[in-house]
């Protein structure tokens, strides 16, 4: 090999590491924030992810994620949002965590956000409307909160002689006293009597199970709330000793031993967050892209569970259910 030769294979070594960590550089970086932890959203991270690759970007490709996980502490969600924002990341993606979207907007209003949120992205402050988001965030209203009626309405149907129904929220949660309200005008609907118990740690929910034994309810009506998916197998094991119908808002729940679901199809909705993410990266404006409702709803029912607390179906409600856990 001539001389010339050898110096230029010495010089292209020397260049390559260079120019890979350039590339590294101008990678665009996803901040993502989330009220949960990895565990609890391995599940959801995979349409997230599909959902960018549906408009051409791939992790560890073309793409970055700095993942920030507040593990059911909403009071960590602040300082997490302060990081993302401080490491001045291309853009703020929150795949189901109304804390989360609001903790990102109250820290930045120049990098863009999308989220998938259960409230009202109106009256949280997120967007101006749904149409014209007009500030720096939009993303997906999951509705879960609003399907509160027709979750209760359900359960109704399948327990129709639990007159006495506990309502399980966290007090932390931001929405928790809509989500109540919510409720409590459904169950009057329905000539249901509610009492609202309280859990934001794991402790506090084999509390608010013994003071629900205790007053001799008859069933258990789950509030949307990230700790609370965290605690989900706990909620069902609690739940099947005690021998204690109980209703929640995701199938992930039913998954994990819990007798009934109603609600909207995450994994649906948060392909589609990764679908705007992906859009922003490629120079979209969160400003002009509407807040958009999911179309798939889903109810789940866990047979097995149900035949452990001495339920029978109805026929009716089996027909109507999207999955049926045998």
């Known amino acids: 090999m001539k001389r010339r030769e050898v110096i230029a294979l010495i010089g292209g070594a020397a260049v390559w590491p260079l120019t890979a960590r350039a590339q590294q550089q101008t990678m665009p970086v996803i901040g993502l924030l989330d009220t ?21 970007y791939f992790e560890g490709q073309n793409v970055a994620i700095e993942y920030r996980w507040a593990e059911g502490q909403y009071d960590r969600l602040p300082d997490l949002a302060a990081d993302l924002v401080q490491r001045k990341v291309t853009v703020i993606a929150i795949p189901s965590s109304t804390p989360a979207a609001v903790a990102a907007k109250n820290a930045t209003t120049t990098i863009p956000i999308v989220f998938g949120i259960g409230g009202d992205p109106v009256g949280l402050g997120l967007v101006t409307s749904l149409s014209r988001p007009g500030g720096n965030a ?41 989500d109540i309200r919510d409720v409590e005008a459904a169950a009057r609907a329905i000539g249901v009597q509610i009492q609202v118990f309280s859990a934001s740690t794991t402790d506090e929910v084999d509390v608010a199970f013994a003071a629900i034994l205790r007053e001799r309810m008859h069933a258990l009506f789950t509030i949307p709330d990230a700790f609370l998916g965290t605690r989900r197998v706990q909620l069902a094991t609690l739940a099947a000793r005690h021998v204690l119908p109980t209703a929640y808002p995701l199938r992930d729940y039913v ?35 509407p807040v958009t409702q999911p179309t798939k709803f889903e109810l789940v029912i866990n047979r097995s569970t149900a035949k452990a607390l001495d339920l029978e179906v109805p026929p009716t409600l089996l027909a109507r259910a999207d999955e049926v856990i045998e």
Do not use: C, W
Request: aromatic letters at 6%; proline letters at 4%; zero cysteines.
């Open 255 to 289: 998954e994990a031993g819990g007798l009934m679901s109603y609600g909207t199809s995450l994994a649906d909705a948060q392909r589609h967050v990764g679908i705007y993410t992906g859009r922003v990266l490629k120079g979209e404006k969160p400003a002009d892209l």
């Open 138 to 178: 939009t993303g997906i209203n999951f509705l879960i909160n609003e399907l509160a009626a027709k979750r209760l309405e359900l359960f109704h149907e399948l327990v129709p002689t639990a007159s006495r129904v506990a309502v399980l929220a966290n007090p932390n949660q931001v929405l928790r006293s809509s």
């Open 36 to 56: 949960g932890s990895v565990d609890s959203n391995t599940r959801f991270l995979r349409p997230f992810r599909e959902g960018l690759r549906q408009v051409g």
